[in-house]
């Protein structure tokens, strides 16, 4: 089983998410970075245009190539992960997209844990096979099934850690030593831990991706997303960014480094949430079910008690007994967690993923992706424990 390697790292969390990846003097001798309205920079004369494209010199051309405010955020993020390079994206869908046509051709395939993201896996599924790569799908924690799975053509291994609803981790240590093994690269969706919680470079995983939308910007008011790895297996992805255009808006670099100077402090919040919620679900005589790697009942438990400095803010739980309507009206009875889809941000949320992610499928591939009809997931902000957990008593006594 992994164990969590130790940081590397000098600088605690927090001190990394308020200062990492900023010059120390700025612009106009601000504390804060600047907004750089800029879609196109200017040079001094032809001979200033030759040094820049002979010397590689680091400065902005073009919008679409990059944006000062962009490289900051991508300084931060690495720093964050522990990471040597960053590419900044409009969003996480983007993030991973722009990975995958940067790293795979027609003939080749990926190998995929069965829970990861479903847009992901449509992505793959449905939109590279026109283009001729394969997908092959595997049980999640089957390492033996994923290197049966791994041929010559095989480019990348894919999971998120923990997976999205059902809180499932990956053992890094075996999914890496698969990869390393086959000359496969390795990639970590790890949204859902954040860096705060769980460092998948340090286990020697090529890239981590990550929807910074989440609890990287914290706030629910911008898109975006990043592929963490080194700066040399890096380097073909950011030049295809440059083609397609994935790229976030000034803005959104400046409210998403606003949103990083908190993010240590807003994780412990999330931590303490999310497990002493999972802790009254699991007691309450209504809940059948939840899953929540901070528990001793999940089934993953002990890979994130060795690997996880936290267990996060995301809580899935069955109600018992209860078919979709009852279950629908748990979460229409919340009061202060607000019906909306995503995760990581400070107000709470609650969604049926019958409903919001996976109502036009059939019964069939819902229960294929342990999708159930009396299925509640609900992301934990920042507000008081106590008002949430009397939030959630009420919703499921009035059902």
Same mark, same amino acid.
């Given at each position: 089983?992994?164990?969590?390697?130790?940081?590397?790292?000098?600088?605690?969390?927090?001190?990394?998410?308020?200062?990492?990846?900023?010059?120390?003097?700025?612009?106009?001798?601000?504390?804060?970075?600047?907004?750089?309205?800029?879609?196109?920079?200017?040079?001094?004369?032809?001979?200033?245009?030759?040094?820049?494209?002979?010397?590689?010199?680091?400065?902005?051309?073009?919008?679409?190539?990059?944006?000062?405010?962009?490289?900051?955020?991508?300084?931060?993020?690495?720093?964050?992960?522990?990471?040597?390079?960053?590419?900044?994206?409009?969003?996480?869908?983007?993030?991973?997209?722009?990975?995958?046509?940067?790293?795979?051709?027609?003939?080749?395939?990926?190998?995929?844990?069965?829970?990861?993201?479903?847009?992901?896996?449509?992505?793959?599924?449905?939109?590279?096979?026109?283009?001729?790569?394969?997908?092959?799908?595997?049980?999640?924690?089957?390492?033996?099934?994923?290197?049966?799975?791994?041929?010559?053509?095989?480019?990348?291994?894919?999971?998120?850690?923990?997976?999205?609803?059902?809180?499932?981790?990956?053992?890094?240590?075996?999914?890496?030593?698969?990869?390393?093994?086959?000359?496969?690269?390795?990639?970590?969706?790890?949204?859902?831990?954040?860096?705060?919680?769980?460092?998948?470079?340090?286990?020697?995983?090529?890239?981590?991706?990550?929807?910074?939308?989440?609890?990287?910007?914290?706030?629910?008011?911008?898109?975006?997303?990043?592929?963490?790895?080194?700066?040399?297996?890096?380097?073909?992805?950011?030049?295809?960014?440059?083609?397609?255009?994935?790229?976030?808006?000034?803005?959104?670099?400046?409210?998403?480094?606003?949103?990083?100077?908190?993010?240590?402090?807003?994780?412990?919040?999330?931590?303490? *949430?999310?497990?002493? +919620? $999972?802790?009254?679900? !699991? /007691?309450?005589?209504?809940?059948?079910?939840?899953?929540?790697?901070? @528990?001793?009942?999940?089934?993953?438990?002990?890979?994130?008690?060795?690997?996880?400095?936290?267990?996060?803010?995301?809580?899935?739980?069955?109600?018992?007994?209860?078919?979709?309507?009852?279950?629908?009206?748990?979460?229409?009875?919340?009061?202060?967690?607000?019906?909306?889809?995503?995760?990581?941000?400070?107000?709470?949320?609650?969604?049926?993923?019958?409903?919001?992610?996976?109502?036009?499928?059939?019964?069939?591939?819902?229960?294929?992706?342990?999708?159930?009809? *009396?299925?509640?997931? +609900? $992301?934990?902000?920042? !507000? /008081?424990?106590?008002?949430?957990?009397?939030?959630?008593?009420?919703? @499921?006594?009035?059902?």
């Amino acid at each position: 089983m992994s164990v969590a390697p130790e940081r590397k790292a000098n600088q605690g969390t927090s001190t990394t998410a308020v200062q990492g990846g900023e010059a120390r003097m700025k612009p106009g001798n601000a504390i804060t970075d600047a907004i750089f309205c800029a879609s196109t920079y200017t040079f001094d004369n032809t001979d200033s245009i030759i040094r820049y494209i002979e010397e590689n010199q680091v400065r902005e051309e073009y919008g679409r190539y990059g944006n000062p405010g962009e490289k900051t955020a991508e300084a931060k993020l690495a720093a964050i992960e522990g990471g040597e390079s960053a590419v900044l994206y409009s969003c996480g869908m983007a993030a991973f997209v722009g990975l995958l046509m940067a790293k795979v051709s027609s003939g080749d395939n990926v190998v995929f844990f069965d829970e990861c993201y479903h847009r992901s896996r449509e992505f793959c599924g449905k939109h590279l096979a026109r283009f001729g790569v394969e997908t092959r799908t595997v049980k999640t924690g089957d390492y033996d099934a994923m290197e049966k799975a791994i041929d010559a053509n095989t480019k990348m291994l894919i999971s998120e850690s923990p997976t999205n609803p059902h809180l499932s981790c990956v053992d890094l240590e075996k999914f890496t030593e698969i990869g390393k093994k086959h000359g496969v690269e390795t990639l970590i969706d790890a949204t859902l831990a954040t860096p705060y919680n769980l460092r998948p470079l340090e286990y020697g995983v090529d890239y981590v991706l990550h929807s910074a939308t989440k609890y990287l910007a914290g706030h629910n008011d911008l898109l975006a997303g990043a592929i963490i790895g080194s700066e040399q297996q890096l380097a073909d992805v950011r030049q295809l960014r440059g083609v397609m255009g994935g790229i976030n808006a000034p803005h959104n670099c400046y409210l998403l480094l606003r949103g990083l100077k908190t993010f240590s402090l807003r994780m412990q919040r999330h931590n303490a *949430n999310g497990m002493a +919620i $999972a802790q009254f679900l !699991e /007691d309450h005589p209504m809940v059948e079910k939840v899953y929540y790697p901070g @528990l001793a009942s999940h089934p993953y438990h002990d890979i994130a008690k060795a690997t996880m400095r936290g267990f996060g803010g995301l809580v899935t739980f069955n109600v018992k007994g209860a078919d979709w309507r009852k279950t629908a009206n748990v979460v229409d009875n919340a009061k202060i967690f607000k019906i909306a889809p995503s995760l990581g941000g400070v107000e709470s949320l609650i969604e049926q993923p019958l409903v919001m992610s996976y109502y036009q499928q059939t019964p069939e591939n819902r229960a294929k992706f342990g999708i159930y009809d *009396n299925m509640i997931r +609900i $992301a934990c902000g920042i !507000e /008081d424990t106590e008002d949430l957990i009397a939030d959630l008593k009420q919703a @499921l006594d009035n059902a």
